[in-house]
């Protein structure tokens, strides 16, 4: 009986380690997830801001195009993603 506890703690010590090395393994692969972000203002000549402007953003590489409207501090936004722009 001794026996099997001892190799029943090798082994779920072995499937930790192995899980644990996939997972270390495919953290490089999280910077190419698509998720990216646009943000900014809209200023006039002058430099102030310009609330309810309207900013249409393009991804060229899938051909899609998003409208924004800047919020009252003349700010606007978007997360990017498999259903954003």
């Known amino acids: 009986m001794n026996v099997f506890r001892s190799g029943y703690r090798i082994s779920v010590f072995r ?7 996939l997972l270390l393994c495919s953290l490089p692969a999280l910077p190419q997830l698509n ?3 646009v943000y900014g203002a809209v200023t006039d000549q002058s430099g102030g801001l310009v609330p309810g ?15 924004l409207t800047t919020d009252p501090a003349g700010e606007y936004g978007a997360q990017s993603g498999p259903r954003h722009v």
């Open 53 to 67: 402007a309207m900013v249409i953003v393009t991804d060229t590489a899938r051909g899609v195009t998003r409208t």
């Open 35 to 37: 998720l990216g972000r």
């Open 15 to 21: 499937a930790f380690a192995v899980g644990l090395g």
